[in-house]
């Protein structure tokens, strides 16, 4: 899979993600000072519920365009068979014969993409399969939690 491809594919999914909180945090913050929702006596929290509200997305719709600056600056080096994983490395994992490929990308890890034809999901270094895939080498394996108990994956391909 293309990495570059890949990144545009993140992007996308992130700007439109900023679109959609930004006009919902606009939306939030109108109501929050709109005439009609001033208080109508001291227990009247709907303009005061709103303004949270606003703020949350507002927080929310920061760290997207932060996350969307990471990923443009991003390096996309080309890892090898004797590379140790790194942020920026694709990796297929593979358990009983089923094979998953993640990206270890620098945020919005759980992210779930299709790029392809191929499905993606990404995770960071925060997260717990990311802190074990760190380092690691093609052909070691790791100890992931499933419904059917701990599950040992091998790292399959790195790129």
Do not use: C
């Not at 006009?23 to 109501?31: R, S, T």
């Amino acid at each position: 899979m293309d990495k570059a491809a890949l990144r545009r594919a993140i992007l996308a999914q992130l700007e439109a993600e900023l679109a959609t909180l930004t006009a919902a945090a606009h939306d939030a913050h109108a109501e929050a000072t709109d005439e009609e929702n001033r208080a109508e006596d001291k227990y009247d929290m709907r303009s005061q519920s709103a303004a949270y509200l606003a703020a949350g997305q507002a927080k929310l719709a920061t760290e997207l365009g932060e996350a969307i600056g990471a990923y443009q600056t991003l390096a996309l080096p080309a890892f090898g068979p004797a590379d140790a994983l790194a942020t920026g490395a694709l990796v297929t994992l593979e358990t009983r014969g089923q094979r998953t490929l993640y990206f270890l990308g620098p945020q919005r890890g759980g992210l779930e993409l299709n790029v392809d034809g191929q499905p993606v999901l990404i995770v960071t270094a925060a997260s717990p399969l990311g802190r074990q895939l760190i380092g690691r080498h093609l052909g070691e394996s790791v100890m992931l939690p499933g419904r059917g108990g701990p599950a040992m994956q091998t790292i399959i391909t790195v790129a």
